[in-house]
Structure formats: structure tokens, C-alpha cells
């Protein structure tokens, strides 16, 4: 045991926030956050458990089948043993099989647009390095959008310029000060706000303690009385609709609106477009059918006097709506987006001070204001000289095209074609966990004619490989990052805690030397000639330049870096009385939007006139395929919410497993109601199935979810049982929900789209094996 005198802290960060990791510079021993926010962020305690897993890739690893015949391989991806390599060995493979599916088949072929939560640093990027690589060796085909927003990225353009989710929000100071209500809708930002794309500054938890303490109107619009709700108590009002009717719900506060004169004629008329196509339906002058709160009861489960009642709200006070992201990742999610837009429209408070919409602030702390900043810059997946992307595929279609090359599809308004893909590289993601429907991911990824991928740990993703390399964790390299992605609040070294364990090694130089191979040369092409840590000088130097231009001065590279310190950037009082929208609203012809009109479009003739019956050209209710208006006799709807213990898949193996998991699976949350009509008791062990699969979970009775509704976090790595029936024995969500985009115009992820039947499970005892390497020989 390491005497406790050599024991000390290095700087880094996470996704979860900048941290202090206690070492000998040989173990990791402990970590803890960085910051001083008062609100505990568990995420940031695990560092010992992602170096030290068990579960660690720790040698080349290539599938038993693949390695005696790689031009015709046998057995089975996920089935089949496991023999280590060298590292020669692995990537003289990979290099002969890239080029020979290269030449034959050209750069289409080949996808390596993984997709994923990558490390967090600005060199260390596994995607982009990837990308980096292929565009050297000729190009290859990448993704379009994420799992995240999918939906939402490609409507928001059209309705209001730009894609709103990944944007600044209205100061919090401002919200604070003039929002007189707080709607929060399909959001949990006690969950999502301890993570960003870079690391999180940390900040939003504390501005949502200051609302909890301000006396203002708090609602919450969700099936699931969640984290959030249960934080700020007696405080906040949980009103819970039927899953996936939002569009229903807020159909019926507008048609209140409208039959109460409470609209705003003035502003609609000012600064929107389309409003009467949009009212004709509205009122029912198009189909028959009045949108009222009385129709839209029937169908979001929600009263009719209540539905009367937030509308009378939301038009008395000044509103401010976040919405979150959950309720677009389903079937039609562009409707919800679009239509949370048009009732701030018709409020007439876009662009106020503390009024209007949000689509960021239970992410990455949208609203903490950005600061005076030296921002870095970071590597890129294109390089001097290279091919990047021939072709993209919506990420979240990636089984559709592996299951039909050539087949056709409509796309955003154009007409497309899948590529035909035989060679798959995935880095910094675990699809297998944040794709839908499981199953039939599995029946598709057999069909490549190679897979690589590249990780620190034996996910899912990594035993359906036919080559594994074993990836550095983000602790044994050296990275910069910024926290905050809104804010740019602190600059931050990712310090190396401890040397990469076994034999894994960094991204970085995998693919560096497979450019040497492809080409004489392609080493210094690939590395431009730097090291790793003259790239992360190259990137401070770069923020050292930018903040000049704001009055911000860095010390020398070399000075920061021997420090061990963050930096905090400078405020900046500008950004704390930021107003979305505000310049548009006050003079809509000197400021217009990115729009066709250069206003915010109600109705869009662009999407109208390309005919998608799954998104026409204002908002509207469609019904999905899977809800509860539609459920077979004792059918649940199933809820995919995000953990609070980990990020998406990050994590699952640790030991924050102890904090929710019960009968060592995945919690499942079940009314009571459901619970007793089918005999579970808490702490059960119960199964969950329908046509596309079943898994194993454990049982949580709570009143704190709308009865006919069970929610499954996502992220529990697969864990299929052969000897089973191929039931899961981890609770992964994805093995029941159904893989279908959200539209033809955006194509996201729909997975909060499912139906499944739940019963207390009375099979075997099935050991979970999850967390396990797979057999080698």
C-alpha cells in the first residue's frame, strides 16, 4: 500500500466538471470536483474505477473467427471467442483489410462517422481522430446530427434560423430577476446538468437553487415526477401528461389562449409568419375539429380545467418555457419543438426579459452567461490535402442503412441513397447502448465485413468487434478542455494522473501510425510534425491570441502547464443582460432570422411543400405508433429518462452501480397501480417484453410517475442471455424500443416511442455477465 506522503492531487476534467484526482502517480485513489458549487456531483468520484476497472480492454484482441480467415470469417460478431495480438499484428490487419475494402468497394464504404461522448478534451477526440485518419487514406462516409437532438436540430432551422439546442440561452441573472413563472417541460436538469460536451462549469445547478428560493411560479410537465421535482419539493407544481402528447397539451393551452382573446395579435403579426394556416387548424376550420382543452384532455390525460389553467398563467405572468429534449427523441419530435415555439409566439413574450422559450438551459448550464474568454482551439478531422466525408447518413439510421445498401430515402427535403458500408470503425461511443431495438442493431452489425473498434472498456460495442484496441482513459494522457460550453467560464488542464495501464495506448498514435503505413510519410502528414503536447501548446496559444482581443492575458504555455491550476475568465457584464431573440423582436426588419421569411415561421411552406405526411407544414398532433391511445390490454408506455448516476453508458460498471441499481439491475419505476394489478412488490425482480425483445429489471413502486407509464434510464450496457431466450439481464431500455425516425424531414432518434408488457419475473437466476471481458483463447 503506497505511503500516504506520496500520495498527491493532479488537476484534469470530465464531461462531469474539472476534478482533483489523488494519486502516486501510479494509482488512482480518490477524486472529487474542483469547483466549489455546493451541489454534489457523483460522476466525479469515479476515477478510480475507470483506471482501475476490471473491465478494461487491455491488449489488442481480435474475434477467433475473423483472425483465421479475415477474407471469410466464421462464427458469429458477440458470440465468438477472442484471441490477443500484438499490436503490429492488429493494425498490419486493419491496414490490409482497410485498403483491399477500400479499392475494392471505394471510400463510401467505409463508415466512420461514430458517434458518441468522446473524451472531453480538445486533442484526445476518438471521433475526429478517426475522421482524420480516413481523410488522409481517401475519404469515407460520416453522420448527420446526434442521438440527442436529432429531431429538434433539423426543424429549429426552419422555424427560427438555427438549431436552439446546442445555443445560448437568456441569462440566468435575467431570469431570475423578471420571469415571474418557470416551466420546466420534459426536463430534468438535476440529471442532465452535471454533464457538458466539454466539461461542466457546474453553474446551472446553482442558479436552479436560486429559483427554488425565489418565489416564483415553478411547474414541471412530465410523466415522471423526476430528481428535479423532488428537489425543489412542495416548491414546484408537477402536472403529468399521458407520455407523448405534449403537442396535444399545448394544442389545448393555445386554443385557450385564443378563445380568451389572451394571444398576441400585435407581436404574431410583427414577427411571425403562418400564424392564420396554423390558427385555421388550431380552431378546427381546416379539419373539423377544434384543438380546445376539452379534446386535448382526452387525449394527454391532463384535465380540461387544468389545461385552462396554466394557459391563464402562462398569459397573466411572464413565462419563461424550458423545454428539454426527451420530448422530441420520439416519433413526430419535431412537432414538439415547433409547437413549444409557437405558444411562446402566441404569448408574445420571445425576446423579453425572463419570458419566452428555452431549448438549453437543463444542458451544459445554457443561461450561465458567457464570459470574457480566451476560447482554445482543438483538432480537426479534415487535414491539408485530404478527402473528408464522400457521403453522410443520419446517425441515428446507421441499422436501416446497414440493412439496405443502395435502398433509397428521404432526407431534410432532399432525396437520398444509403451507401453500401462493409467496413465499420467506432470510436469514443457505445452504440450498441444508444441505438433502438437492440435486436435487430445485433442482425445488422453482421453484416459489415469488418468491424473495428476502439475502447477502454469490453462494452457491448466492443464484443460485437472482430479487432479491439485498447484505448486510454482520459487520465493517462494529457488534454486541455474549456468548462462551460455557453459559458467558456474556466480554462482547464487534463493533467495525466497516471501512465496507461496494461497496453493501451492513445488514439492519437494508433492512427498516426496506420497513416504510416498507408503511405511513406503519413506519420508527419497526420501529426503535422507536432507532438501531443505541442498540439495542446499549438491550442493555448491559440486561446492566448483570442484572449487578447477581449482583454484577457494567459501566462506562456509552459507557466500554465507546470501550474496545475484552472483559469477562470474574466465576466462579462453584456453577457449577463442577454435576451434571446431580443434584437429581432425590437426591430424584426433590421434583425431578421435565418428563416426563408426572417421571422419565426408558424408555418413553413419550404417543409409543406415537401409533402412528409410525418411532418407537414405547421405543427400539429400526429399519433404515434406506439402510445397509450393505442396499447393492447395491459401495455405500459416506456419511458427511456437519462440516469443520474452516470452518463448515458459512462459508468455502468462502477461502483455508483450500488447508489440506484436494485436486485443488481436496472431499475424499472412502476405506479402502483401497474405494480399491484400484476402482484410486484419493491425490490422485485421483474421482466419486461415485447415483439422486439425482453430484459430483467428491478422493481421501484413510486406514486412519482403517471399510472400506465414505467421508466427505464437508458444506458445499461446489453447483457443478452442465449441460454435465455435472449432476454437481458442488465435492464438495457434499447431491447424494447423501437427503432423508427422521429420524420422524413429530421430522421432522429424516436426512442421514448415503445409499448411493452411487464410482469414479476419467476424464470432461473441469470448471473449478470455485462461488466465481464468476453472468452478468449
Given at each position: 500500500?503506497?505511503?500516504?506522503?506520496?500520495?498527491?492531487?493532479?488537476?484534469?476534467?470530465?464531461?462531469?466538471?474539472?476534478?482533483?484526482?489523488?494519486?502516486?502517480?501510479?494509482?488512482?485513489?480518490?477524486?472529487?470536483?474542483?469547483?466549489?458549487?455546493?451541489?454534489?456531483?457523483?460522476?466525479?468520484?469515479?476515477?478510480?474505477?475507470?483506471?482501475?476497472?476490471?473491465?478494461?480492454?487491455?491488449?489488442?484482441?481480435?474475434?477467433?473467427?475473423?483472425?483465421?480467415?479475415?477474407?471469410?470469417?466464421?462464427?458469429?460478431?458477440?458470440?465468438?471467442?477472442?484471441?490477443?495480438?500484438?499490436?503490429?499484428?492488429?493494425?498490419?490487419?486493419?491496414?490490409?483489410?482497410?485498403?483491399?475494402?477500400?479499392?475494392?468497394?471505394?471510400?463510401?464504404?467505409?463508415?466512420?462517422?461514430s458517434y458518441g461522448w468522446r473524451s472531453?478534451?480538445?486533442?484526445?477526440?476518438?471521433?475526429?481522430?478517426?475522421?482524420?485518419?480516413?481523410?488522409?487514406?481517401?475519404?469515407?462516409?460520416?453522420?448527420?446530427?446526434?442521438?440527442?437532438?436529432?429531431?429538434?436540430?433539423?426543424?429549429?432551422?426552419?422555424?427560427?434560423?438555427?438549431?436552439?439546442?446546442?445555443?445560448?440561452?437568456?441569462?440566468?441573472?435575467?431570469?431570475?430577476?423578471?420571469?415571474?413563472?418557470?416551466?420546466?417541460?420534459?426536463?430534468?436538469?438535476?440529471?442532465?446538468?452535471?454533464?457538458?460536451?466539454?466539461?461542466?462549469?457546474?453553474?446551472?445547478?446553482?442558479?436552479?437553487?436560486?429559483?427554488?428560493?425565489?418565489?416564483?411560479?415553478?411547474?414541471?410537465?412530465?410523466?415522471?415526477?423526476?430528481?428535479?421535482?423532488?428537489?425543489?419539493?412542495?416548491?414546484?407544481?408537477?402536472?403529468?401528461?399521458?407520455?407523448?402528447?405534449?403537442?396535444?397539451?399545448?394544442?389545448?393551452?393555445?386554443?385557450?389562449?385564443?378563445?380568451?382573446?389572451?394571444?398576441?395579435?400585435?407581436?404574431?403579426?410583427?414577427?411571425?409568419?403562418?400564424?392564420?394556416?396554423?390558427?385555421?387548424?388550431?380552431?378546427?376550420?381546416?379539419?373539423?375539429?377544434?384543438?380546445?382543452?376539452?379534446?386535448?384532455?382526452?387525449?394527454?390525460?391532463?384535465?380540461?380545467?387544468?389545461?385552462?389553467?396554466?394557459?391563464?398563467?402562462?398569459?397573466?405572468?411572464?413565462?419563461?418555457?424550458?423545454?428539454?429534449?426527451?420530448?422530441?427523441?420520439?416519433?413526430?419530435?419535431?412537432?414538439?419543438?415547433?409547437?413549444?415555439?409557437?405558444?411562446?409566439?402566441?404569448?408574445?413574450?420571445?425576446?423579453?426579459?425572463?419570458?419566452?422559450?428555452?431549448?438549453?438551459?437543463?444542458?451544459?448550464?445554457?443561461?450561465?452567461?458567457?464570459?470574457?474568454?480566451?476560447?482554445?482551439?482543438?483538432?480537426?478531422?479534415?487535414?491539408?490535402?485530404?478527402?473528408?466525408?464522400?457521403?453522410?447518413?443520419?446517425?441515428?439510421?446507421?441499422?436501416?442503412?446497414?440493412?439496405?445498401?443502395?435502398?433509397?430515402?428521404?432526407?431534410?427535403?432532399?432525396?437520398?441513397?444509403?451507401?453500401?458500408?462493409?467496413?465499420?470503425?467506432?470510436?469514443?461511443?457505445?452504440?450498441?447502448?444508444?441505438?433502438?431495438?437492440?435486436?435487430?442493431?445485433?442482425?445488422?452489425?453482421?453484416?459489415?465485413?469488418?468491424?473495428?473498434?476502439?475502447?477502454?472498456?469490453?462494452?457491448?460495442?466492443?464484443?460485437?468487434?472482430?479487432?479491439?484496441?485498447?484505448?486510454?482513459?482520459?487520465?493517462?494522457?494529457?488534454?486541455?478542455?474549456?468548462?462551460?460550453?455557453?459559458?467558456?467560464?474556466?480554462?482547464?488542464?487534463?493533467?495525466?494522473?497516471?501512465?496507461?495501464?496494461?497496453?493501451?495506448?492513445?488514439?492519437?498514435?494508433?492512427?498516426?501510425?496506420?497513416?504510416?503505413?498507408?503511405?511513406?510519410?503519413?506519420?508527419?502528414?497526420?501529426?503535422?510534425?507536432?507532438?501531443?503536447?505541442?498540439?495542446?501548446?499549438?491550442?493555448?496559444?491559440?486561446?492566448?491570441?483570442?484572449?487578447?482581443?477581449?482583454?484577457?492575458?494567459?501566462?506562456?504555455?509552459?507557466?500554465?502547464?507546470?501550474?496545475?491550476?484552472?483559469?477562470?475568465?474574466?465576466?462579462?457584464?453584456?453577457?449577463?443582460?442577454?435576451?434571446?431573440?431580443?434584437?429581432?423582436?425590437?426591430?424584426?426588419?433590421?434583425?431578421?432570422?435565418?428563416?426563408?421569411?426572417?421571422?419565426?415561421?408558424?408555418?413553413?411552406q419550404r417543409i409543406a411543400d415537401y409533402?412528409?405526411?410525418?411532418?407537414?407544414?405547421?405543427?400539429?398532433?400526429?399519433?404515434?405508433?406506439?402510445?397509450?391511445?393505442?396499447?393492447?390490454?395491459?401495455?405500459?408506455?416506456?419511458?427511456?429518462?437519462?440516469?443520474?448516476?452516470?452518463?448515458?453508458?459512462?459508468?455502468?460498471?462502477?461502483?455508483?452501480?450500488?447508489?440506484?441499481?436494485?436486485?443488481?439491475?436496472?431499475?424499472?419505476?412502476?405506479?402502483?397501480?401497474?405494480?399491484?394489478?400484476?402482484?410486484?412488490?419493491?425490490?422485485?425482480?421483474?421482466?419486461?417484453?415485447?415483439?422486439?425483445?425482453?430484459?430483467?429489471?428491478?422493481?421501484?413502486?413510486?406514486?412519482?410517475?403517471?399510472?400506465g407509464v414505467i421508466c427505464i434510464h437508458?444506458?445499461?450496457?446489453?447483457?443478452?442471455?442465449?441460454?435465455?431466450?435472449?432476454?437481458?439481464?442488465?435492464?438495457?431500455?434499447?431491447?424494447?424500443?423501437?427503432?423508427?425516425?422521429?420524420?422524413?424531414?429530421?430522421?432522429?432518434?424516436?426512442?421514448?416511442?415503445?409499448?411493452?408488457?411487464?410482469?414479476?419475473?419467476?424464470?432461473?437466476?441469470?448471473?449478470?455477465?455485462?461488466?465481464?471481458?468476453?472468452?478468449?483463447?
Open positions: 500500500m503506497a505511503n500516504s506522503s506520496s500520495r498527491y492531487s493532479v488537476l484534469t476534467a470530465a464531461h462531469w466538471g474539472p476534478m482533483l484526482v489523488e494519486t502516486d502517480g501510479e494509482t488512482v485513489f480518490s477524486s472529487r470536483g474542483a469547483l466549489a458549487t455546493g451541489m454534489e456531483n457523483s460522476l466525479q468520484s469515479a476515477v478510480r474505477d475507470q483506471v482501475h476497472s476490471n473491465t478494461r480492454v487491455r491488449f489488442p484482441m481480435v474475434r477467433k473467427g475473423f483472425l483465421a480467415s479475415p477474407e471469410n470469417p466464421q462464427g458469429i460478431r458477440g458470440q465468438d471467442e477472442f484471441v490477443r495480438v500484438s499490436w503490429d499484428e492488429a493494425l498490419d490487419l486493419i491496414h490490409q483489410q482497410h485498403k483491399r475494402i477500400r479499392e475494392a468497394y471505394g471510400p463510401a464504404s467505409i463508415f466512420a462517422g472531453n478534451g480538445v486533442l484526445h477526440k476518438a471521433s475526429t481522430l478517426l475522421q482524420r485518419y480516413m481523410a488522409l487514406a481517401g475519404g469515407y462516409t460520416g453522420h448527420l446530427g446526434d442521438y440527442s437532438t436529432g429531431a429538434a436540430q433539423a426543424i429549429m432551422p426552419y422555424v427560427v434560423g438555427g438549431s436552439e439546442v446546442y445555443q445560448q440561452q437568456t441569462s440566468w441573472p435575467l431570469v431570475l430577476e423578471h420571469s415571474d413563472v418557470v416551466v420546466l417541460w420534459s426536463a430534468n436538469p438535476l440529471n442532465t446538468l452535471k454533464i457538458a460536451w466539454n466539461a461542466s462549469d457546474e453553474q446551472g445547478l446553482s442558479y436552479f437553487s436560486a429559483l427554488r428560493d425565489s418565489g416564483k411560479k415553478l411547474i414541471c410537465i412530465d410523466p415522471m415526477r423526476s430528481e428535479t421535482v423532488d428537489f425543489f419539493g412542495d416548491k414546484m407544481e408537477w402536472v403529468a401528461p399521458h407520455m407523448g402528447t405534449d403537442v396535444a397539451l399545448m394544442l389545448g393551452i393555445a386554443h385557450t389562449l385564443v378563445e380568451n382573446g389572451w394571444h398576441d395579435e400585435a407581436f404574431l403579426a410583427r414577427c411571425t409568419t403562418g400564424y392564420a394556416v396554423f390558427a385555421s387548424y388550431l380552431l378546427g376550420e381546416s379539419d373539423g375539429i377544434a384543438k380546445n382543452a376539452e379534446w386535448a384532455a382526452e387525449i394527454c390525460g391532463v384535465g380540461a380545467a387544468k389545461i385552462r389553467e396554466l394557459a391563464a398563467i402562462f398569459h397573466q405572468n411572464t413565462t419563461m418555457l424550458m423545454a428539454g429534449w426527451g420530448m422530441q427523441r420520439q416519433q413526430f419530435g419535431e412537432q414538439k419543438h415547433w409547437m413549444i415555439v409557437t405558444l411562446a409566439a402566441m404569448l408574445g413574450q420571445i425576446g423579453t426579459p425572463g419570458g419566452g422559450f428555452g431549448l438549453s438551459y437543463h444542458f451544459a448550464n445554457g443561461g450561465n452567461p458567457t464570459r470574457r474568454s480566451a476560447v482554445l482551439s482543438s483538432m480537426q478531422g479534415s487535414l491539408p490535402g485530404g478527402c473528408d466525408a464522400v457521403d453522410k447518413i443520419p446517425v441515428a439510421r446507421i441499422v436501416e442503412a446497414l440493412e439496405n445498401p443502395g435502398g433509397a430515402y428521404q432526407h431534410n427535403g432532399m432525396n437520398r441513397h444509403f451507401p453500401d458500408i462493409r467496413f465499420i470503425w467506432w470510436a469514443g461511443g457505445a452504440n450498441f447502448t444508444h441505438h433502438q431495438d437492440t435486436n435487430r442493431l445485433i442482425r445488422a452489425w453482421q453484416k459489415p465485413e469488418l468491424v473495428v473498434i476502439s475502447e477502454c472498456f469490453w462494452t457491448a460495442a466492443a464484443k460485437h468487434a472482430d479487432i479491439v484496441l485498447p484505448a486510454t482513459t482520459s487520465f493517462e494522457r494529457n488534454d486541455l478542455t474549456m468548462t462551460g460550453d455557453y459559458s467558456n467560464q474556466h480554462l482547464v488542464p487534463m493533467k495525466q494522473v497516471v501512465p496507461p495501464r496494461y497496453e493501451a495506448r492513445n488514439d492519437f498514435d494508433v492512427f498516426a501510425e496506420l497513416s504510416e503505413r498507408w503511405e511513406k510519410g503519413g506519420y508527419a502528414r497526420f501529426t503535422e510534425g507536432k507532438s501531443q503536447l505541442q498540439w495542446l501548446e499549438t491550442f493555448y496559444n491559440v486561446a492566448r491570441q483570442r484572449g487578447a482581443s477581449q482583454q484577457v492575458e494567459l501566462p506562456p504555455f509552459a507557466e500554465f502547464w507546470q501550474a496545475n491550476q484552472l483559469i477562470e475568465m474574466p465576466e462579462n457584464p453584456d453577457s449577463e443582460r442577454f435576451i434571446r431573440f431580443a434584437d429581432f423582436c425590437r426591430d424584426p426588419l433590421a434583425h431578421p432570422l435565418k428563416t426563408a421569411s426572417g421571422k419565426i415561421e408558424i408555418f413553413s409533402g412528409y405526411p410525418d411532418c407537414p407544414g405547421h405543427p400539429m398532433w400526429l399519433e404515434p405508433d406506439e402510445w397509450q391511445g393505442n396499447a393492447e390490454p395491459e401495455q405500459l408506455q416506456v419511458l427511456s429518462a437519462h440516469p443520474a448516476h452516470r452518463l448515458h453508458s459512462q459508468l455502468n460498471y462502477s461502483s455508483l452501480r450500488e447508489l440506484y441499481a436494485v436486485a443488481n439491475r436496472e431499475p424499472v419505476t412502476i405506479h402502483p397501480d401497474d405494480a399491484q394489478a400484476r402482484g410486484i412488490q419493491d425490490g422485485d425482480t421483474v421482466r419486461l417484453w415485447n415483439a422486439r425483445g425482453q430484459i430483467l429489471a428491478g422493481a421501484v413502486i413510486s406514486e412519482g410517475i403517471k399510472p437508458e444506458g445499461a450496457w446489453p447483457d443478452l442471455d442465449l441460454t435465455a431466450d435472449g432476454i437481458c439481464k442488465n435492464g438495457a431500455v434499447n431491447v424494447l424500443t423501437k427503432d423508427l425516425p422521429s420524420s422524413r424531414l429530421g430522421n432522429g432518434c424516436a426512442g421514448n416511442t415503445a409499448l411493452a408488457w411487464l410482469e414479476k419475473y419467476n424464470g432461473p437466476e441469470l448471473t449478470l455477465t455485462a461488466f465481464e471481458p468476453p472468452a478468449s483463447s
